[in-house]
C-alpha cells in the first residue's frame, strides 16, 4: 500500500479549547496537616488541549489548521491564542468570553504516575449573542479559505449546543464539506448526516445510558442501528487496547491494537480525529483510516502527557508492523 498524503489539507477544527497544564515532582512523604503525600514540584509545563490538540497534530502530520472556538479573557486563554499562532495555526475564529475561564486541567504526577487532575472550567452553554457571533466567524472563515474536512471535537463545555452544532452541520452541507466527529454523550445524537461519527466506548455507554461490552460494540447488527440513528456514512469506534471498529452500509471490519507499554490516555482520541481528518481529505478507504488511527492514538499513549504525533515515528511503525506484517 502506498503511504496516505497526510500534508497539504485544510482542515478546520472547531470544539471545546483546553490548556493541559502538568506539574512533574516525587513524592518526599506524608504530610502533617491531612492523610495525603506531599510533593516537590521539580518542574511544570503547558500544552494546548482538546480541540487546540487536535489541531497541534494536525499541524504535526504537516496540513493547514483554522480553529473556531472559545477562550476566557485570561493568561490561559491569551497563551494558549499566543502558542497556536507560533505554529501557524489560524486563531481569527477562536472568541473571547470575559464571563468564562479558559478551561485548565492541571495534572500533579509523581514520576510516571498521576496524582491528582484539577479542573477549572465553566460548562453552561454560549449565551445567544456569541452562539451567533461564533457561527458568524465560522461561516466567514469558509467564505475566505478552501476547506477541506471540518473536524468537530465536542467535550462538552458550552460551546456546542443545540443551537451551535446544526448551524455548523448545516455550513458543511451548504459548501459541500465532510463533517467528522468526535462525540461527547450530551449531544451524542445531534451530530447528523455527516461523514464519520467517532466514538469511544464509554461515550456510546452514556448516550444510550447503559454498559455495553466490547463483545457487543463489535457486533455489526448493534453498529448497524447505531449508525442508522446517527445517519452517519462511517461509525468509527475506539476501543482502546481493543483497537477500532468501524462500521459502514458496506458491513462491519476490526482493526486490532497493537501491544503497547501505556503511561498516559490523554488526548488519544484527539489524535485519532486529526487522522481521520486528514484522511477523509486524502479520499482514503476507512481500512486505512482505522489502520492508521490505530498506529497513532497508540503511539501517544505511549508518551507521558499530551503531545502531537510524530509522522516520522508514525510512517516508520506502519512500516515495520504493518505493511510488511
Keep these: 500500500m502506498q503511504l496516505p498524503i497526510f500534508n497539504g489539507w485544510n482542515i478546520l477544527v472547531v470544539g471545546d479549547i483546553m490548556v493541559d497544564h502538568y506539574i ?23 500544552t494546548p488541549g482538546g480541540a487546540a ?29 499566543q502558542n497556536l499562532h507560533k505554529h501557524g495555526i489560524s486563531t481569527h475564529a477562536v472568541m473571547i468570553d470575559p464571563s468564562r475561564p479558559t478551561t485548565l486541567k492541571t495534572r500533579v504526577i509523581d514520576g510516571n504516575n498521576q496524582l491528582l487532575r484539577i479542573d477549572r472550567e465553566t460548562t453552561r452553554d454560549l449565551q445567544e449573542n456569541l ?3 461564533f457561527i458568524g466567524t465560522i461561516e466567514t472563515t469558509l467564505n475566505q479559505t478552501v476547506i477541506h474536512v471540518i473536524a468537530i471535537q ?36 445531534s451530530y447528523q448526516n455527516v461523514e464519520v461519527v467517532k466514538p469511544n466506548k464509554k461515550e456510546i455507554e452514556a448516550a444510550l445510558n447503559r454498559e455495553i461490552s466490547v463483545g457487543v460494540l463489535l457486533q455489526s447488527q448493534f453498529l448497524d442501528n447505531l449508525r442508522n440513528k446517527l445517519n452517519c456514512a462511517c461509525l468509527m469506534v475506539t ?5 477500532i471498529v468501524y462500521n459502514t452500509a458496506l458491513g462491519t471490519v476490526h482493526s486490532p491494537a497493537f501491544p503497547r507499554d501505556i503511561k498516559d490516555v490523554s488526548g488519544a482520541g484527539d489524535t485519532v480525529l486529526s487522522i481521520i481528518a486528514c484522511l477523509t481529505a486524502a479520499g482514503c478507504h476507512n481500512d486505512d483510516i482505522a489502520t492508521w488511527s490505530n498506529l497513532a492514538g497508540g503511539q501517544v499513549c505511549e508518551k507521558l502527557g499530551v503531545q502531537p504525533v510524530d509522522p516520522k515515528n508514525l510512517k516508520e511503525e506502519y512500516t515495520e508492523r504493518v505493511k510488511n506484517f
Excluded at 60 to 69: D, K, P, R, T
Aim: with cysteine; net charge negative.
Design 24 to 46: 512533574y515532582g516525587h513524592v518526599s512523604g506524608k504530610s502533617p496537616e491531612a492523610p495525603v503525600p506531599v510533593l516537590e514540584k521539580q518542574k511544570d509545563h503547558y
Design 131 to 133: 452562539a451567533r457571533a
Design 239 to 243: 476501543l482502546s487496547e481493543s483497537g
Design 154 to 189: 465536542d467535550y462538552n463545555k458550552g460551546l456546542l449546543t443545540d443551537y451551535t452544532i446544526p448551524k455548523i452541520l448545516e455550513l458543511g452541507k451548504k459548501y459541500g464539506i465532510p463533517v467528522v466527529v468526535d462525540p461527547k454523550y450530551k449531544h451524542f445524537f
Design 53 to 81: 490538540n487536535v489541531c497541534m497534530n494536525i499541524h504535526s502530520l504537516g496540513s493547514n489548521v483554522w480553529l473556531a472556538g472559545l477562550t476566557g479573557d485570561d493568561e490561559e486563554g491569551y497563551w494558549l491564542r
